[in-house]
Structure formats: structure tokens, C-alpha cells
Nanobody, 121 residues
Framework: QRRPVESGGGSVQAGGSLRLSCTTS?????IGWFRQAPGKEREGVAA????????FYGDPARGRFTIAQDMSKNMVYLQMNRLKPEDTASYLC?????????????????WGQGTQVTVSS
């Protein structure tokens, strides 16, 4: 397994922006971004697949977040705009999708350690 590595988290005020990055050491068919806040279930944020390049968004991301890939660098970015305090969570990158729903965390085999995003009001 190739463990993805996330970067780009940090602290920002409400309304601000952050860009998260996820890199893998080799090819993966799809990358998914998930987030998990203390005491809450893991939530699908966005996903993108190498073949189609089409983005998929979960409810928290629509209209505010954008996922994009740079295949030459094995990088996937998650641009997060108009951040809200409820976006505060650990954001995890997942790779090696086994099929099924792209925003279902059980469909991914490889996980990064997460990067913390904190949004203050």
C-alpha cells in the first residue's frame, strides 16, 4: 500500500481559505478527501478519479470547495473557500478506491494521517 500524505492544514478565521494537498508515491485510481471532527463520524468531502478527472462533492463542499489533480506530480488539491467554524476537523486523504461510491470511506484502502483545519469565528 502507498500511504497518502496530506499537507496544508492550519488555522484560519471564518470566511478565509485554505488549500490542502495530497500526494501519493505512485499511481492511484482515485483520491478522496474526508474529514472527521471529534465525536463525529467520518464525512466524505470530495473525490476525483485519474481516468475521468470528474470531481465529486459531498454536501459540505458544494459551492465552496474545489478538488483538482496534477497527475504529473501525483498531487490532488482541495481548495477550500468561505470556511466556516463547522468545517473544523481533521482532513484525511484516501487512495486506492476499490469501487462503489466515491465518498464512502469503506471503499478506500490507503489513508493518510490527516491534517488539521481549524476555523475560528
Amino acid at each position: 500500500q502507498r500511504r497518502p500524505v496530506e499537507s496544508g492544514g492550519g488555522s484560519v478565521q471564518a470566511g478565509g481559505s485554505l488549500r490542502l494537498s495530497c500526494t501519493t508515491s505512485g499511481y492511484t485510481n482515485c483520491i478522496g478527501w474526508f474529514r472527521q471532527a471529534p465525536g463525529k463520524e467520518r464525512e466524505g468531502v470530495a473525490a476525483i478519479c485519474t481516468g475521468s478527472g470528474s470531481p465529486f462533492y459531498g454536501d459540505p463542499a458544494r459551492g465552496r470547495f474545489t478538488i483538482a489533480q496534477d497527475m504529473s506530480k501525483n498531487m490532488v488539491y482541495l481548495q477550500m473557500n468561505r470556511l466556516k467554524p463547522e468545517d473544523t476537523a481533521s482532513y484525511l486523504c484516501a487512495a486506492d478506491h476499490s469501487g462503489g461510491r466515491l465518498l464512502d470511506s469503506s471503499e478506500y484502502e490507503s489513508w493518510g494521517q490527516g491534517t488539521q483545519v481549524t476555523v475560528s469565528s
